[in-house]
């Protein structure tokens, strides 16, 4: 039963339902070539994961935030939840599973701020499709529901599903991209949000330029959902929907590390539309949160919180202020 037939007092939540992970971040004069080792800067162990990721940038971006996920009985699962409750994330949800490591993300950054992740899934892989039937309430009474394919494939369609049928908006950040079905995922209110490498993925074709990634945008909407957005990085982003193309331009900023700059963007976003932003403006304040997010290093280190978030906000767009 929708929500809004139950008053109450906390706002209605984006929820998430995606991976949780161990970031291990190392600086580096230029990323490694195969078979060679290089000399790093620095190194930095920290909570990441794209599910986890995506839910502390729209907590930071001021939406309530419902998170499920699974993480190993261990140190590092310990380290999650407690990292997570003290960004304002309700982790009731993010369950220990015995025998099983928690996800690991091994990230090498080098000095111009690009990366490169290799991902061991760890208890991510036994969030499994079926675990998901009682959380048909809580799809219900969420104002959106974002998930990513850091999870089991199964697991993401029972998401999209449960969206669909409580008529609750859907993002989807189909990253990695990964043979996803995209007719399984698409509905009346989704949003189908890959970055550049994944667009061209899906869609068969390149996405490097503007030009490009809208054609991939116009091929994915059938299947994808009734918005394509295509990140373009620094470059901003474009989006596809039934009022036609539309350019985003990037504010300018000096990157050091484009780490979670990507889940920064889809956090924000949904927090945007959970706060009931028309969907342009949930755009551009998603991108100015997403290019806040590269002058620091880490991921969910690096994400402003909501009164830093807004400042940075009004001076990107001053009519918002």
Known sequence: MPADRHPSARP???LVVGSAN???SVTTPMLPRPGETVVGDSSMISVGGKGANQAVAAARCGAPVDFVARVGDDAFGRMVVESLSAAGVASGEVRPVAGVGTGLAAIYVDHAGQNCIVVVPGANAR???EELETLAPAVAAAAVVVVQCEVPL??????AELARRAGTPLVLNPAPAQGLELARLAGPATYLVPNETEA???AGRPATTRAEAIDCARRLVPTGGSCVIVTLGAAGCVAVDARGDRYF???TVEAI??????DAFVGCFAASLAAGRPRDE???RAIVYAALSTTRRGAQASYAGREEYERAWAAADPASA
């Open 154 to 159: 199964p697991t993401v369609y029972r998401v």
């Open 127 to 129: 969030l499994a499709a």
């Open 12 to 14: 209605r939540p984006v």
């Open 249 to 251: 331009p990037a504010p």
């Open 257 to 262: 590390d484009t780490t979670g700059a990507g």
């Open 282 to 284: 949930a755009i551009r």
């Open 200 to 202: 061209a993925a899906l």
């Open 22 to 24: 161990v970031d291990v």
